[in-house]
């Protein structure tokens, strides 16, 4: 690249100055010249986007993989199991950890499996050590393995599974009984992978603990409870006892964060953390009505505690002791006699594991054998309800488990068999059964008789109900004057026509309504092209056609989020989602509220509360007469209530002092838990009309706040976009007459009931209903609201997790008559009243 310009230079210093010129204006030499700069550019361009590219592409993939290695971490992977030996005597001195006996045995046999994974090249690269944990008669030990892999192979974790390690741990026995060693014998091994969290060492004083169970209750608690315990706990507790016994726990307090994954206590039927011995796993709440109480099968029990949240809760106070093991596997037999109760083993606490019962169940001859289920829990991890292959009840070569809301079975003649089988891991409430026995030729006196042998009302047969399960009361049904004649034969409630939802399931009830398939109905009932959606225009006059579309930004309807700056969230019920619509955040700000902290097991066929089910419901009582109306918490100094139990033709009732609030309540006639309250201050809508019952909502505000506990918290109210579509399936509530003209009841009562179209609403109230009521009929027959539920709330669970309070109770025609809905004040349309008043 130099030599032109020299030569050049030699040039100009032998020639004169016009030579000069003349050579560096010559065509062809300026070609060159032009060539090689360009040349010279273009290899300059070309270095600096190779290292460029290097730069922004190579070092930025570099940088990020050195990234992703720094955020990747090693992985412990850990399994515990138990081995069977032979030839080595039990010696009390093994269940001591720090005794030369444990010691000795436990060094040899951690020193076996070290042997035993050799015969895997995998699992002996990375094998770290084995723990004798420890030993129980048999002789069984318990132990855990751990194999440590690098962040560098993390992708050979899928080749760690429980198979393979079994595989390696019974080669090596099976090699081992060639060689000369004759002081330890294994008969079996198991593993099962393991969290490590739970793998501990004996010995050592981390919350590790040794108990001793006999006929006295004792009990022991959590670390820090019940102020809360620490993050990062690691704690275990192995529960012993004499060989002809088995233990019981019972959970006296247990309040652990609700989320599994964190925080949670595991229960086993071994002294090892193996999952297939695992009792239970638990997390959350539970109310004094739902201990969790849970048995073994034999004389040992594990228990881990696990924490690693930030959030303290209180923890858990636990009593043990031991029972009979005959106790345990008591169950079975001959039942005979016209009826009976039978349940599973220890019912109701968890059935204990490896049970088998069979009952035989004999009624005269002549009659059949009818067992109705009142209680069905048997949940486990990873089962498939349609085959049950693990925890079950079989009757009649059929096998029940899961969680059944309803199953009553009938025998083919007068004796049927039951049998009950429970594996060696996960166990649950189990069952509670009543027999009886009935005349086929009349099986329900003065009742209708469904085909699964469940006897109902004769007044629930073509109500459009599937009250007997299998809707044998609902075929070949002459539907009645009220009532609308499905396609397929089925009788359905007039009010439920073009509700938008399929109540008949071949979709007939809503294909005669006002707006074709090709169309779009707004909230105000009138039809428009389906394509007027999501256009960014609001065509229907309620904005409906614009209400869930993300993509229509600035429109503002009755149906938008109204943010706090302003902005409109176009989204159904963008409040309490968990999700950041609003750019102040302002529709996730107020949403400690809605919550049942209480875990709640579903009884079949209950009407009756639990205890915190309904945690927001208040009973209000006047003077001497008890309980007069319902209310609902909706701060910790106020309640939400209807004006007709106040606005009345006694001046009497709007006095605050003629009031007592009782919160927390479950019993009218117990105390326990329940917070009483004096009433500062009674707010009556200023229009509502005693004649029409129009704007049905008063405020009361408490003289002092209340405590918010498992058992006491607010409901969340609705923003005024909220929708509660028709055919929702919400709750009443309330202490009401349990009949029409009947007496009022004494423990809460709840009531599944379903929002209906505000169109039919108005048509079967004649017209009585304004914008500020809304309708719901009953959904489980002859149910609703009644005299006495006044003022209670009626209360819909969202997606998001939540409870709102649709509407509050406010007038019906009767209790639950036929095409009567009850109607409640609609809470979305009163919402900024609420505001206005108490600023929620």
Same mark, same amino acid.
């Given at each position: 690249?130099?030599?032109?310009?020299?030569?050049?230079?030699?040039?100009?210093?032998?020639?004169?100055?016009?030579?000069?010129?003349?050579?560096?204006?010559?065509?062809?030499?300026?070609?060159?010249?032009?060539?090689?700069?360009?040349?010279?550019?273009?290899?300059?361009?070309?270095?600096?986007?190779?290292?460029?590219?290097?730069?922004?592409?190579?070092?930025?993939?570099?940088?990020?993989?050195?990234?992703?290695?720094?955020?990747?971490?090693?992985?412990?992977?850990?399994?515990?199991?138990?081995?069977?030996?032979?030839?080595?005597?039990?010696?009390?001195?093994?269940?001591?950890?720090?005794?030369?006996?444990?010691?000795?045995?436990?060094?040899?046999?951690?020193?076996?499996?070290?042997?035993?994974?050799?015969?895997?090249?995998?699992?002996?690269?990375?094998?770290?050590?084995?723990?004798?944990?420890?030993?129980?008669? *048999?002789?069984?030990?318990?132990?855990?393995?751990?194999?440590?892999?690098?962040?560098?192979?993390?992708?050979?974790?899928?080749?760690?599974?429980?198979?393979?390690?079994?595989?390696?741990?019974?080669?090596?026995?099976?090699?081992?009984?060639?060689?000369?060693?004759?002081?330890?014998?294994?008969?079996?091994?198991?593993?099962?992978?393991?969290?490590?969290?739970?793998?501990?060492?004996?010995?050592?004083? @981390?919350?590790?603990?040794?108990?001793?169970?006999?006929?006295?209750?004792? =009990?022991?608690?959590?670390?820090?409870?019940?102020?809360?315990?620490?993050?990062?706990?690691?704690?275990?507790?192995?529960?012993?006892?004499?060989?002809?016994?088995?233990?019981?726990?019972?959970?006296?307090?247990?309040?652990?964060?609700?989320?599994?994954?964190?925080?949670?206590?595991?229960?086993?039927?071994?002294?090892?953390?193996?999952?297939?011995?695992?009792?239970?796993?638990?997390?959350?709440?539970?109310?004094?009505?739902?201990?969790?109480? %849970?048995?073994?099968?034999?004389?040992?029990?594990?228990?881990?505690?696990?924490?690693?949240?930030?959030?303290?809760?209180?923890?858990?106070?636990?009593?043990?002791?031991?029972?009979?093991?005959?106790?345990?596997?008591?169950?079975?037999?001959?039942?005979?006699?016209?009826?009976?109760?039978?349940?599973?083993? =220890?019912?109701?606490?968890?059935?204990?594991?490896?049970?088998?019962?069979?009952?035989?169940?004999?009624?005269?001859?002549?009659?059949?054998?009818?067992?109705?289920?009142?209680?069905?829990?048997?949940?486990?991890?990873?089962?498939?309800?349609?085959?049950?292959?693990?925890?079950?009840?079989?009757?009649?070569?059929?096998?029940?488990?899961?969680?059944?809301?309803?199953?009553?079975?009938?025998?083919?003649?007068?004796?049927?068999?039951?049998?009950?089988?429970?594996? +060696?891991?996960?166990?649950?409430?189990?069952?509670?059964?009543?027999?009886?026995?009935?005349?086929?030729?009349?099986?329900?006196?003065?009742?209708?008789?469904?085909?699964?042998?469940?006897?109902?009302?004769?007044?629930?047969?073509?109500?459009?109900?599937?009250?007997?399960?299998?809707?044998?009361?609902?075929?070949?049904?002459?539907?009645?004057?009220?009532?609308?004649?499905?396609?397929?034969?089925?009788?359905?409630?007039?009010?439920?026509?073009?509700?938008?939802?399929?109540?008949?399931?071949? *979709?007939?009830?809503?294909?005669?309504?006002?707006?074709?398939?090709?169309?779009?109905?707004?909230?105000?009932?009138?039809?428009?092209?389906?394509?007027?959606?999501?256009?960014?225009?609001?065509?229907?006059?309620?904005?409906?056609?614009?209400?869930?579309?993300?993509?229509?930004?600035?429109?503002?309807?009755?149906?938008?989020?109204?943010?706090?700056?302003?902005?409109?969230?176009?989204?159904?019920?963008?409040?309490?989602?968990?999700?950041?619509?609003?750019?102040?955040?302002?529709?996730?700000?107020?949403?400690?509220?809605?919550?049942?902290?209480?875990?709640?097991?579903?009884?079949?066929?209950?009407?009756?509360? +639990?205890?915190?089910?309904?945690?927001?419901?208040?009973?209000?009582?006047?003077?001497?007469?008890?309980?007069?109306?319902?209310?609902?918490?909706?701060?910790?100094?106020?309640?939400?209530?209807?004006?007709?139990?106040?606005?009345?033709?006694?001046?009497?009732?709007?006095?605050?002092?003629?009031?007592?609030?009782?919160? *927390?309540?479950?019993?009218?006639?117990?105390?326990?838990?329940?917070?009483?309250?004096?009433?500062?201050?009674?707010?009556?809508?200023?229009?509502?009309?005693?004649?029409?019952?129009?704007?049905?909502?008063?405020?009361?505000?408490?003289? @002092?706040?209340?405590?918010?506990?498992?058992?006491?918290?607010?409901?969340?109210?609705?923003?005024?976009?909220? %929708?509660?579509?028709?055919?929702?399936?919400?709750?009443?509530?309330?202490?009401?007459?349990?009949?029409?003209? *009947?007496?009022?009841?004494?423990?809460?009562?709840?009531?599944?009931?379903?929002?209906?179209?505000?169109?039919?609403?108005?048509?079967?109230?004649?017209?009585?209903?304004?914008?500020?009521?809304?309708?719901?009929?009953?959904?489980?027959?002859?149910?609703?609201?009644?005299?006495?539920?006044?003022?209670?709330?009626?209360?819909?669970?969202?997606?998001?997790?939540?409870?709102?309070?649709?509407?509050?109770?406010?007038?019906?025609?009767?209790?639950?008559?036929?095409?009567?809905?009850?109607?409640?004040?609609?809470?979305?349309?009163?919402?900024?009243?609420?505001?206005?008043?108490?600023?929620?």
């Amino acid at each position: 690249m130099y030599s032109s310009p020299t030569y050049e230079l030699n040039g100009y210093s032998n020639s004169t100055e016009p030579n000069v010129r003349r050579k560096r204006n010559d065509p062809s030499k300026r070609k060159t010249g032009i060539v090689i700069g360009v040349l010279l550019a273009v290899l300059i361009l070309a270095a600096v986007a190779a290292i460029l590219i290097w730069l922004f592409v190579f070092k930025t993939h570099e940088e990020d993989e050195a990234t992703m290695a720094m955020q990747l971490k090693p992985s412990e992977q850990v399994f515990s199991g138990q081995m069977k030996l032979l030839n080595v005597p039990y010696d009390q001195k093994l269940e001591d950890t720090d005794s030369r006996e444990f010691k000795e045995l436990g060094r040899n046999l951690e020193a076996i499996l070290g042997e035993y994974y050799k015969t895997d090249p995998l699992l002996t690269k990375y094998y770290n050590t084995s723990v004798i944990t420890a030993f129980s008669e *048999g002789v069984l030990a318990y132990y855990w393995s751990q194999f440590d892999i690098p962040v560098s192979d993390l992708e050979i974790l899928p080749e760690f599974s429980e198979e393979r390690v079994l595989d390696a741990l019974e080669n090596g026995n099976k090699a081992s009984r060639t060689m000369t060693r004759s002081d330890i014998r294994i008969a079996e091994i198991t593993a099962s992978f393991t969290d490590p969290r739970m793998a501990r060492t004996p010995g050592t004083n @981390e919350c590790f603990h040794k108990l001793e169970a006999d006929e006295n209750p004792r =009990l022991f608690k959590s670390p820090g409870y019940p102020d809360g315990y620490p993050p990062k706990s690691r704690c275990q507790w192995q529960i012993r006892t004499s060989e002809e016994n088995a233990i019981t726990l019972n959970f006296k307090f247990f309040h652990i964060e609700d989320d599994c994954s964190d925080d949670f206590v595991s229960i086993f039927d071994s002294l090892s953390p193996d999952d297939s011995q695992a009792i239970t796993e638990k997390c959350g709440q539970r109310p004094p009505s739902n201990p969790l109480m %849970v048995a073994s099968s034999s004389n040992i029990m594990l228990l881990n505690f696990i924490t690693d949240s930030d959030v303290q809760r209180p923890g858990f106070e636990a009593e043990y002791k031991a029972i009979p093991l005959t106790e345990v596997k008591k169950c079975g037999g001959v039942l005979s006699g016209a009826k009976g109760v039978f349940t599973s083993p =220890l019912h109701p606490i968890f059935y204990p594991p490896a049970v088998d019962c069979k009952w035989t169940i004999k009624v005269p001859t002549g009659n059949k054998v009818r067992v109705k289920f009142t209680m069905f829990r048997m949940k486990e991890p990873g089962v498939d309800i349609r085959v049950c292959h693990k925890d079950y009840v079989e009757l009649m070569s059929t096998k029940y488990c899961g969680e059944l809301s309803s199953l009553v079975l009938t025998s083919e003649n007068n004796v049927l068999e039951v049998t009950f089988h429970s594996d +060696e891991s996960y166990t649950d409430k189990g069952f509670s059964a009543e027999y009886s026995a009935y005349d086929p030729s009349n099986p329900c006196p003065n009742e209708f008789a469904c085909n699964s042998g469940l006897c109902i009302a004769k007044e629930l047969k073509c109500d459009g109900w599937n009250d007997c399960g299998d809707m044998s009361d609902e075929v070949k049904c002459q539907c009645a004057s009220d009532q609308f004649a499905c396609g397929n034969g089925l009788c359905k409630p007039k009010l439920w026509v073009c509700d938008r939802v399929n109540d008949c399931g071949d *979709g007939s009830d809503e294909k005669q309504c006002s707006c074709e398939d090709t169309e779009w109905r707004c909230g105000n009932g009138v039809c428009l092209p389906r394509d007027v959606t999501c256009n960014n225009r609001q065509d229907c006059e309620d904005g409906s056609d614009e209400a869930s579309c993300e993509t229509s930004p600035g429109i503002c309807s009755d149906f938008s989020f109204k943010c706090w700056n302003k902005e409109c969230v176009n989204k159904v019920n963008a409040e309490c989602d968990r999700v950041d619509d609003c750019s102040d955040k302002s529709d996730e700000s107020s949403c400690d509220c809605g919550t049942r902290p209480y875990k709640l097991n579903r009884i079949v066929g209950g009407q009756n509360a +639990e205890v915190g089910e309904w945690p927001w419901q208040v009973s209000l009582h006047f003077l001497t007469y008890g309980h007069v109306c319902g209310a609902s918490i909706i701060s910790d100094r106020w309640l939400l209530s209807a004006s007709h139990c106040f606005v009345t033709s006694d001046p009497q009732n709007h006095i605050s002092s003629n009031w007592i609030t009782y919160s *927390g309540m479950q019993d009218q006639y117990k105390q326990e838990g329940v917070q009483r309250r004096n009433i500062k201050r009674i707010i009556s809508h200023e229009d509502y009309n005693r004649m029409t019952f129009d704007y049905d909502i008063a405020l009361l505000e408490l003289e @002092e706040p209340l405590e918010f506990t498992n058992t006491i918290q607010p409901i969340c109210l609705p923003a005024p976009s909220h %929708v509660f579509p028709a055919g929702m399936a919400c709750w009443v509530t309330g202490w009401g007459a349990l009949r029409e003209g *009947g007496q009022k009841a004494q423990v809460l009562q709840k009531a599944s009931v379903k929002i209906i179209n505000d169109t039919v609403c108005n048509v079967v109230t004649e017209g009585q209903v304004t914008s500020r009521m809304l309708c719901s009929g009953f959904l489980a027959g002859g149910v609703d609201a009644c005299q006495g539920d006044s003022g209670g709330p009626l209360v819909c669970f969202e997606e998001s997790g939540k409870w709102f309070q649709a509407g509050i109770v406010s007038w019906g025609e009767g209790c639950a008559r036929r095409n009567k809905p009850g109607v409640y004040s609609r809470v979305t349309k009163l919402r900024e009243w609420i505001k206005s008043k108490t600023n929620i």
